[in-house]
């Protein structure tokens, strides 16, 4: 009895590995096809839906094609997103009239001297405070109801990206501390100021609907107004602004989100978020006789992936729970995972990966671009994954592009869930990436499907392993998110 069973112990041990090594491979082969993801990349990326702009009727449409593919599949709807709909609150707002900003009795000039990135009708008067470039250390530790004034950026912070993006995050952190506002001013310009009035001054911008009034965030040139010298020298002035004529509607748009339960009774309270951003940017600009921005790379190609993720752990679903979750607004500045991340429908404590699946386009056929690999102990699993369909996962090739806090891997990321973005295979921005990057050129005929196979191929897998893995991933050591990481899961 007790050798048979050793025997019988060992043949099960025998076949179920076969079976986990070798079937999951094969099963991706068959469930996975080109016909699979080119007829949902062809509906989302159509002359019909017309760019999917945040707040567009197409991309209603788009949601609700999510949705119904969700529905068939019988993922679950989780509390919050009943019909998989998850509300978010958006609000557009479009150029503002006339605005004054006064540091004593010094006038600064609205577009002459500043331009306001954040801000509806509001007056104020108080205490300006210079901060340098106001990084944390910088910034005094109380600011409430001061205007804070400081260079725009960084210290470190090259190129416009890392601008804009020290400058959001600064941002942020100030409105957080109860100040009055923000007034960055740039000592050196990524373009020449008048770019900058045309470009920020001229359009009008969405963003989350917020209580209340909204903090302003003032852009300023250098100017040598005697205001500011004092303001250097002193390091606080009085002064004040008013912005009149700032018009804003809400902007009705939604996450798209399932849930597939884990099978395992322990590992199925991890949750891992498989995200996609389904929005692009619309109808723009006419180039080569077209003005639809198709949007078939950036980004109905992840949403597609994101999809065929479902429908592959809809049949084998895995021991961790994983959550589906198409994402509007990132176009308009990650706005679809800022409001989910700021209100997740599982909490993020919980949330033990955010799988991001976004791209700019490719150039390199060899490889799946991981934003963000070597930040998380998921490297191993996601090479391996490629390494299975015969590409190479790649690590960024452009780090100076900051891509990793330009998709919405970034929002997990901000709140200590590791993450990273699967993009299709990237070397450099070159002109094979700028033929289709945000252009109305980007569709779904000049996509190469025998590659693209491939990449969905090792993104469904990919996740197969970390969903099964003995151990849910976590930050490198040293990483910039290791520590609000160790914070989230500690809680
Ligand atoms: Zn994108």
Request: glycine share 8%.
């Amino acid at each position: 009895m007790k050798t048979f069973f050793l025997i019988f112990t060992v043949s099960v041990v025998c076949v179920s590995t076969t079976f986990s090594q070798k079937k999951p491979v094969a099963e991706i082969e068959k469930m996975v096809t080109r016909l699979d993801v080119e007829a949902p990349l062809t509906f989302l990326a159509a002359d019909e839906m017309r760019g999917r702009d945040t707040g567009s009727h197409e991309l209603d449409i788009a949601a609700n094609y999510i949705a119904s593919h969700f529905q068939q599949l019988g993922l679950r709807e989780l509390p919050g997103a009943e019909r998989y709909f998850q509300k978010v609150d958006l609000v557009k707002s479009f150029p503002i009239g006339a605005a004054e900003f006064k540091l004593n009795e010094d006038v600064l000039k609205f577009k002459e001297h500043f331009i306001v990135m954040v801000g509806s009708n509001q007056e104020w008067s108080g205490e300006c405070v210079y901060v340098g470039y106001g990084s944390v250390s910088e910034v005094p530790a109380d600011i409430k109801g001061k205007m804070i004034i400081s260079i725009a950026g960084s210290k470190e912070a090259v190129g416009v990206q890392q601008i804009f993006s020290a400058s959001a995050e600064k941002f942020n952190r100030i409105k957080a501390a109860g100040a009055a506002g923000l007034v960055e001013y740039f000592v050196t310009t990524p373009f020449p100021w008048p770019a900058i009035v045309n470009y920020f001054a001229s359009n009008s911008s969405v963003a989350i609907k917020s209580d209340g009034p909204a903090v302003p965030h003032l852009w300023m040139k250098d100017t040598e107004v005697a205001g500011m010298r004092e303001l250097k020298e002193q390091k606080k002035i009085n002064g004040s602004f008013s912005i009149q004529g700032s018009k804003q509607v809400a902007v009705l748009t939604r996450n798209v989100v399932g849930k597939i339960e884990g099978t395992d009774p322990i590992l199925k309270n991890e949750h891992i978020v498989i995200s996609a951003h389904y929005d692009h940017v619309g109808v723009g600009v006419k180039k080569d006789q077209d003005s639809i921005y198709n949007g078939a790379r950036d980004n109905a190609l992840g949403t597609v992936g994101m999809m065929t993720a479902a429908r592959f752990f809809t049949k084998y679903p895995p021991k961790r729970s994983i959550i589906f979750l198409a994402l509007t607004g990132e176009e308009k500045g990650l706005l679809g995972s800022a409001w989910y991340a700021d209100h997740p429908l599982v909490p993020l404590r919980q949330t033990v990966f955010d799988f991001d699946c976004d791209g700019a386009g490719y150039n390199d056929k060899t490889v799946a671009t991981v934003i963000g690999l070597e930040r998380t102990s998921a490297e191993g699993d996601i090479t391996k994954a490629c390494e299975a369909f015969g590409l190479k996962a790649g690590r960024d090739p452009v780090p100076e592009q900051n891509l990793y806090e330009r998709s919405d891997n970034y929002n997990f990321a901000k709140k200590g869930v590791p993450a990273i973005d699967f993009a299709t295979g990237l070397k450099s921005f070159d002109a094979e990436i700028m033929k289709y990057y945000h252009q109305p050129a980007d569709e779904v005929g000049s996509l190469d499907f025998d590659y693209l196979v491939r990449y969905y191929r090792a993104f469904v897998y990919a996740n197969y392993l970390i969903a099964n893995g003995p151990k849910a991933p976590s930050w490198t050591a040293g990483d910039k998110y290791e520590q609000v990481g160790k914070a989230l899961y500690q809680k």
